[in-house]
């Protein structure tokens, strides 16, 4: 019987080749070859027996042998390929025969009838995520029905005669009746399938009775409970994240007095000093200024120096070694792998707990360090991970990988948008970068998630000013139709970088595979933070943490800023209104230019080896900090050169003396977003 039904599935996958490749005619001929065996092998075998002793009336048994025994002439002779009815209805039909096989199989080996406390087959074992490879019971999921082993033969309210007995039955597995195994696809037709009977058998039980009906309205409305609780966890771990990533990020330069877990703004927002000195509160100490008494000095910048490098070293370290130890997938932004798990790819442990946990806090540690890396991609990561935990509340996502992998999609949506405060903007990354299946209903739900991490986050209010990410921008001036020729040279800069990088990465990643630096991560990570820290310690734009970098280029400077980068020689008599004109450059102005070439500079080279690394890594902030230092230069340069030399044609008929005509920050952000889409080709 096992090789008259092992046959039957080969040609199974015949037929489902010929739906996919072949023509209609072939397709059609093949299907009704295998129906007419079906009926042969299968029901003829004692599967009629079976029915008749332990089927339920209402069976889909009945019908589904007069379905399969029916002559082939009686079928329709013109296939339509795109027309799948006819073939998930017998494979509906195939499922509950097997079921039947492997219940007749149980009965002639002796087993009680009725010791599975599962309603489901094969689908009880379909896992996304686990703690590790080893698919031992230390799994990050929850022991399934017939995932039950030594220690485990009571798990959920019932069990076997022994784990013996259990083990016995399981090595001599029924053909097709299996499990999902790691790094194997799923059967798309077969969950739609079963979740399509799951949900005809509660609609018809809601007629029966009251309880049954509020059963019905419950599961229908779990989908959208489940987004909520999505887009709660996902945004309070996002606020969670970004809190202590500043927090630490300022630790590397001191403490604050009034207590140590402000950060150095929030330590000096009670101060009483001006405006301008607002950075030089009396409650922050630097390190030096708490071990030797004062900050002046060759001996005490040189000791603020060492505290950096080694604040940076212990915070990667740390991310190193719990990554390698606990979460080998925690590394890496993570992206790339919930696509792949979104197509329908098993990938255990990726999306489980332990990786949740060691994720958050290594992503924590990873910014800290002053690598060239960013939160905001592996935080999709950590979305995925919150919905696919919270799936193990619900038993329609918990047992049906298709239905997870909706779930799945919305949250990557909430991922971006608490990344970047876009909720819109997350629904569209994942609708075209990562789902493969995204039906109308993911759509809304999608939105629903995002919405609610993007209000729980801006609640939270990680960085003071009531904005979901920090670079918040606004500008009141239009930019003019000639300013499209540097926006051109910006783009033409964005895919020159984004070539150049992703040609060198790949280039030292295989370096980096083929050779004896892969046989040593935490080293290579140590390496890498010793020489960003040493060459961004005296830059004051490479000391500060990226998503800093990026807000003050993106800056549209005012009366009261104090930056170098706003230092110009400022004529009062020529204001207008609350915009202030095109001015010359003052002395803050060079020294900031020559201070964020070099930074891009190091920017450019040291990205390249840092993504990578055994650590949680995004490209997106790197990408962007790239490109805003890019455009800030070359915003100032134009603005300038419309200041010296108004009386050019290019400038005589819209930027007349006096006037707000040039808007550097503007240059900033278009550098920045030409820089993120090429350079993220291979990050996405």
Request: hydrophobic share 45%.
């Amino acid at each position: 019987m096992a090789e008259e039904l092992s046959e039957l599935l080969r040609e199974f996958d015949e037929v489902m080749e010929d739906f996919e490749r072949g023509p209609a005619s072939q397709y059609q001929q093949h299907l009704q070859e295998l129906k007419r065996k079906a009926g042969q092998n299968v029901y003829d075998s004692g599967i009629d027996e079976l029915e008749s002793a332990s089927t339920s009336p209402g069976s889909s048994l009945n019908s589904s042998e007069e379905h399969l025994n029916t002559p082939a002439d009686t079928y329709p002779t013109k296939a339509k390929l795109g027309d799948t009815q006819e073939l998930e209805e017998f494979i509906a039909d195939l499922d509950k025969a097997l079921e039947g096989l492997e219940a007749l199989a149980m009965d002639q080996k002796g087993y009680r009838r009725g010791s599975f406390q599962s309603a489901t087959s094969d689908e009880d074992m379909l896992e996304v995520a686990g703690a590790s490879l080893d698919f031992s019971m230390t799994d990050d999921d929850p022991p399934l029905d017939r995932e039950m082993g030594a220690g485990f033969s009571s798990y959920n309210g019932g069990g076997m005669n022994g784990t013996s007995t259990m083990m016995d039955f399981l090595e001599e597995p029924l053909p097709g009746v299996g499990t999902y195994e790691d790094f194997n696809t799923i059967d798309w037709v077969r969950e739609k399938s079963r979740d399509r009977d799951r949900h005809r058998e509660i609609t018809n039980r809601s007629k029966e009775s009251t309880w049954a009906l509020l059963h019905s309205v419950s599961d229908a409305f779990s989908g959208w409970l489940l987004m909520l609780l999505i887009g709660l966890l996902a945004g309070s771990l996002a606020g969670l994240i970004d809190i202590s990533a500043h927090w630490m990020t300022d630790l590397k330069e001191g403490v604050c007095l009034a207590g140590f877990w402000f950060n150095h703004e929030h330590c000096c927002w009670k101060s009483n000093t001006t405006f301008t000195d607002r950075d030089k509160c009396p409650e922050w100490k630097s390190w030096s200024q708490l071990i030797l008494g004062h900050g002046e000095g060759a001996f005490a910048y040189i000791l603020n120096y060492f505290m950096y490098v080694i604040w940076a070293l212990m915070f990667s370290l740390l991310a190193v070694l719990l990554v390698k130890g606990f979460a080998p997938y925690a590394c890496g932004s993570g992206i790339p792998e919930i696509k792949t798990i979104l197509s329908g790819f098993i990938i255990r442990g990726y999306l489980g707990k332990w990786t949740l946990v060691i994720k958050t806090i290594t992503l924590v540690l990873a910014v800290s360090s002053g690598l060239s890396l960013g939160k905001e991609g592996p935080l999709v990561h950590v979305a995925c991970c919150c919905g696919n935990i919270l799936c193990h509340l619900f038993t329609k996502y918990r047992k049906n990988e298709a239905k997870r992998r909706e779930v799945l999609s919305a949250a990557a949506a909430a991922g971006v948008s608490v990344a970047f405060g876009a909720p819109i903007g997350g629904v569209l990354f994942s609708l075209e970068e990562v789902s493969y299946y995204f039906p109308l209903k993911t759509l809304w739900r999608s939105f629903f998630a995002a919405l609610v991490a993007a209000f729980t986050l801006r609640s939270i209010n990680p960085f003071g000013n009531s904005r979901l990410v920090l670079f918040y921008v606004e500008f009141h001036m239009p930019w003019h139709l000639l300013e499209l020729v540097p926006f051109i040279l910006l783009g033409i800069f964005g895919g020159l970088w984004g070539a150049f990088f992703i040609r060198s990465n790949i280039a030292w990643c295989r370096r980096r595979k083929t050779t004896r630096l892969g046989k040593y991560p935490v080293l290579e990570v140590l390496v890498v933070t010793a020489i960003t820290a040493i060459l961004a310690f005296p830059n004051e734009y490479t000391r500060m943490s990226t998503s800093e970098l990026i807000s003050e280029l993106f800056n549209d400077c005012g009366i009261l800023d104090s930056s170098k980068l706003c230092e110009y020689v400022n004529d009062f008599n020529s204001t207008k209104g609350d915009d202030l004109p095109d001015r010359a450059a003052g002395p803050g102005v060079y020294t900031a230019m020559w201070q964020l070439a070099l930074a891009l500079i190091m920017k450019v080279f040291i990205t390249i080896f840092t993504f990578g690394m055994k650590v949680p890594s995004g490209l997106f902030i790197p990408s962007m900090a790239v490109g805003a230092i890019a455009g800030r230069l070359l915003g100032v340069a134009v603005e300038q050169l419309a200041f010296y030399h108004h009386d050019w044609a290019i400038f005589s008929g819209w930027c007349s003396p006096g006037a707000d005509c040039i808007t550097p920050g503007l240059y900033a952000m278009v550098g920045a977003a030409a820089c993120l889409v090429p350079s993220c080709v291979e990050y996405v």
